[in-house]
C-alpha cells in the first residue's frame, strides 16, 4: 500500500511538474505601504558589523584628543581591499565607493556625509556614518571572503589631524545577517486583504451547477470555488521564486488550479498569469510545488519593504458535496537569487527565513507561511424515514444515491 501510494503522488507530482507554465513578473508594493511584512528575529536584532538590508545603520570611531585628534572625517564604502594606494602622493581610493541608488546602497536614512571627500575640510563632528545597505550587495558579501562567490564588504573611515599634517584610516568589515523573509493572508470577498495569520475567512460552497440521473445513480457537478491570497516578499536578493503545498482542503475527486499574478485586477480577470498549475488532486497535497517563476521587483528599493503578487486557487469541486466545513490551506515558500532563464535555484539561493531559522541559518521550505480560507458546506440533506414510515421491505428505501 506504501508503494502505491508513493506511485501516485510521484505520478501527481509529474503531472503537475509537467502542466506548469510559467513567465517572468515584476511586482509592486501591494499591501506592505499599510501592513509591513512582521520583522523576523533576524532583523529586530541586527548590528552595524551584522546588517540587515534596508535599515540604516551608524558606523562610528572616536575623535581622539590633543595631537591624536580626529578630523576632516571622510567615509565610504567599498568591496575594493586596496583603500590606499602608494604613490606621492598616496591615493585615498574613495572612487571606489558603493554608490547610492545604483542598488548598492538604499537612499533611504543613508546620512549626507556618506561617500564625501572632506581632506582639507573641517568636520570634527562627523566620526559617525550612516548607511543602508540593499540586499543585493549584502547577499554578494562573504566575510572575510571565507564563501564564494561572495566577496568582503567593507566601510572605510579615514581621517586628518587637526593639523592637516598626518592621516590615518580604520576600516570595519561586515558579516550580513540574511533575512529574506515572506508572508501569505487571505483576500476576502470584498477584494481586502486581511490580516497576517488571520484565517478567518469563510466563503459559500458554489451551488449545484447539475445533477443528472443513469443507471440508478445520479452524477453531480458541485460547481467552482474561487479564492484569492496576497503574497508579500522583501530582501531577496535581485528575484525570487516561490513554492505552493496545499496542506489542506482537497476530498475524494476535488482538485485545485494554482495561478500567480502581478496584481489583483490580473488575477480576478484571469488575464496575464505569471504561471499557472496543472490541476492538483488529493495525492498532490502535502506535496511541494515549485513555479520555477523568478519574480523581482520594479523599483529596486522596494526590495527593502516587500513587493506582493497574488494567487488565484480555483477549487474545482466536480462530485464532492461538501457537507461540512472545508478549511483550504495554501502555505508558501520561496528561494531568491534564481536563475533569470530558468527559474531554478543558484548555489547563492537561499530559502526565506523564520525567526527559528535566526541562530541557525537553517536553510528549507517550512511551510511556515500558510493561510486559511474555510468553505462553508451546503445543506445536509437525509431522508426523514419516521415521517415517511420507511424504509420498508421493498426497494428503494432511501433516496438515489449520487456519486463519488
Known sequence: MKKQILLVAMFTLAIIFAGSIKSFGQLNPGITGTQPIVPIACETSALPLHPVPGVPFTYSMTNGSGAGTSANWTWYATKDPGFITAGTPPLLNIATQLTVGTGALISTGMSANYGIDNRGGNNLAENSVTINWSAATLAATSYQGLVAPGTPTFVVGYSEGLAGCSDNLQVFEINPMPNF??????????????????????????????????????????????????????????????????????????????????????????TGALWTSAAIAVAGMNTLIPTNTDLT???????????????KVVIDNNTEESLADNPFILAVDAQDNVDGTTG???????????????????????????????????????????????????????VINKLP
Not at 192 to 200: A, E, I, P, R, Y
Not at 204 to 218: E, L, P, R
Not at 227 to 251: C, Q, R, W
Not at 297 to 311: C, E, K, M, Q, R
Request: proline residues 6%; negative net charge.
Open 181 to 270: 523573509t515572506i508572508d501569505i493572508a487571505a483576500i476576502n470577498a470584498a477584494g481586502t486583504t486581511l490580516g497576517w495569520d488571520v484565517n478567518t475567512e469563510e466563503e459559500c460552497v458554489d451551488k449545484v451547477q447539475s445533477a443528472t440521473y443513469a443507471a440508478g445513480v445520479i452524477t453531480p457537478d458541485y460547481g467552482t470555488n474561487t479564492i484569492y491570497y496576497e503574497v508579500a516578499a522583501k530582501n531577496f536578493v535581485t528575484n525570487f521564486a516561490p513554492s505552493f503545498m496545499i496542506t489542506d482542503g482537497l476530498n475524494s475527486d476535488q482538485t485545485a488550479t494554482i495561478s500567480i499574478y502581478s496584481n489583483y485586477a490580473d488575477a480576478t480577470t484571469s
Open 344 to 398: 531554478l535555484p543558484t548555489a547563492a539561493s537561499i530559502w526565506d527565513m523564520e525567526d527559528a531559522d535566526c541562530p541557525t541559518l537553517a536553510n528549507g521550505a517550512d511551510q511556515v507561511d500558510n493561510s486559511t480560507i474555510t468553505i462553508t458546506p451546503r445543506p445536509t440533506m437525509l431522508m426523514d424515514g419516521g415521517a415517511m414510515s420507511e424504509p420498508s421491505t421493498v426497494t428503494p428505501e432511501d
Open 297 to 311: 521587483a520594479v523599483n529596486l528599493p522596494d526590495i527593502a519593504t516587500g513587493v506582493s503578487f497574488f494567487v
